[in-house]
């Protein structure tokens, strides 16, 4: 059973960088045709689709957050980041890391970590 757990601040200041590190324990990271995901919810706001690291390495971006999202990976620790810089409130959200598995789709959720940026 794939599990994936996220971690970081729950309070960011306004022009820092948020991190968020997601630890995956039940499978590799590496492992063929899995797209590890970035997904977030802004309050009262539907599910925003923010990036991924594939089992590859490569990464892709929502265009709109393009210029300020880095993902990276840790393999030795099987755990994988998302770092989004100079953030404002309307980067307030909950933060999803889930597997996107090619044959099965987006089958492995963590529960969500809340990120407040203050105004």
């Known amino acids: 059973q794939v599990q994936l757990q996220e971690s970081g601040p729950g309070l960011v200041k306004p022009s820092q960088t948020l991190s968020l590190t997601c630890t995956v324990s039940?499978?590799?990271?590496?492992?063929?045709?899995?797209?590890w995901t970035w997904i977030r919810q802004p309050p009262g706001k539907g599910l925003e689709w923010t990036g991924y690291?594939?089992?590859?390495?490569?990464?892709h971006y929502t265009p709109s957050l393009k210029s300020r999202t880095y993902i990276s990976r840790d393999t030795s620790k099987n755990q994988f980041t998302l770092q989004l810089s100079s953030v404002t409130p309307e980067d307030t959200a909950v933060y999803y890391c889930?597997?996107?598995?090619?044959?099965?789709?987006?089958?492995?959720w963590g529960k969500g970590s809340q990120v407040t940026v203050p105004s």
């Open positions: 039940g499978g590799s990271i590496t492992t063929n045709y899995n797209y």
């Open positions: 690291i594939a089992y590859s390495g490569s990464t």
């Open positions: 889930i597997r996107d598995s090619l044959a099965l789709g987006m089958d492995y």
